[in-house]
């Protein structure tokens, strides 16, 4: 591996774009023509652009992605998140093509995106999964016992879950949900699965080499939710009885070596908050945007590390020397009207400082001048706070989020701050529904 | 002061809407620049075609064959001037305005970008 095509914007293209730096590979940023002037298309060694703003005509064509990374002579392909992260087709094209991928084989991602066989692999390599299957009908669910969650089997990520309280309730949505399902990943399965009501969400960071090692890097809590989009993430998770935390990392590298994973992934459980009890939800194939708090507590580059591992390297490690040390925090500055039911606000920065402060690192895109496009996430800065403990590191990102100047966009800054200090965020763990309950 | 979307369609609006050809406002820390058309068009009146996708440019539909445009062709706007393949599909691309070609701007089995100036076309 020489040379890296980055079919990617933002803070995450131009965080690959430094772990290749640090790497001492050549990176090549393929953008559309509205990000050219972005951070990371002009830090990266080449640039190409690969289409209009609508990502639908550049950041979502696996044809062009594929054509523009073999004509700039490229040799591997480390797609990012969002946008093809997980697409088993751009991966299965770039090995076609003779591209390394990084991220794992296409088979593997083909089965973590199909979410029902997700379910069941999981159940087989003897992790728990929640009780639920796919369904037809409405009355398909009474086995399961009410609430229901309804669920996409081409989905993920939070997109598209929607709540029934009973079978009326299921009715009304099953065709709706069939609908959404079809016209968003192409595949109108549904399945539903029963409904925690104090439920964490607590994820697992693992990684695999080509050699068989599966290590986990411990978990992450990113409970703090609104509408199943982590707005708060947080590393090691807080509260949790170390048998449960022990529990959640062997299952997790159990289930990913059940699969034959390869590369870094993370999956993801939901903690019932009463009875202690975990089930498996989903796995994801692509770095998260929350990853710096494991880079944070655990000191080590993740991006380098998937660019390590897709080059054939074995991981430089053991299980036994992945030490955890402080707390870490991430939130997610976003230019969104909070107080509009959190639309999107895309402009220009007139404005942009962020803090230089002790113990907090920020992952970020933006100048003062640079473009919020309408067409993408709206996702400014990643504030990360590492320290010694958890309150600390509450009170850094508090501090560096009152010396933030950010002007010419709507942010939920606000949010942000009343979140990391309200009392039941600081007094430790809380739930999936906890920050819309508290909002409204 | 932010423009939102809804204010950009309602500026694209009005230029549509009269004979101007091209606007320019600058506020504090805002700058919006409008060409009518399709943009492209130069001081001298020279029009560009550009890439409507990133793709190997070809100026003709196989090797050895009569390219489908020469400087001096004359060209209308559904006249074929190239193909750009992206993964061995071959898309068509035609003219999008009258004139005669005055420069083929890349090379041949050339990679063009999105939106790279293809030919120069004199209306």
Redesign the interface.
Known sequence: MKRVFIPNRGEIALRIVRACRELDLESVVGCSDIDRDGLAARSADDVVTIGPGPASQSYLRDDVIVHAAQAKKCDAIHPGYGFLSESSRLASRARDSGLTWVGPPPEVMKLAGDKVRAREEAAKAGVPVLPGHEIDSADGAGDIGYPVLVKAAGGGGGRGIKLARDPTELEAQLGVARGEAGAAFGDERIYVERFIAAARHVEVQIAADDKGHVVHLGERDCSVQRRYQKVIEEAPAPALPDPTRQALRDAAVAFASAISYRNLGTVEFVVDAETGDFYFLEINCRIQVEHPVTEEVTGRDLVAMQLQIARGKALPFTQDEVELEGHAIECRLNAEDVSHGFRPSPGTLVLFSVPDLEHLRVDTHCYPGAAVPPYYDSLLAKLIAHCHDREQAIEVLLEALEDLDVEGVETNRALLVSVLGHPDFKAGAVTTDWLERVMA | M????DDVREILRIIDETPLNELRVET???ELHVVKGGGGDSADGVLTIEAP????FYRAESPGAKPFVEVGSRVEPDTIVCIIE??K?MNSVPAGVSGEIVEICPQNAE?V????PLFRVQP
Do not use: H, I, R, S
């Open positions: 932010p423009l939102t979307d504090d820390g805002f996708m990133l793709g190997t992206v993964m599909m990679l970008e999105f939106g790279a």
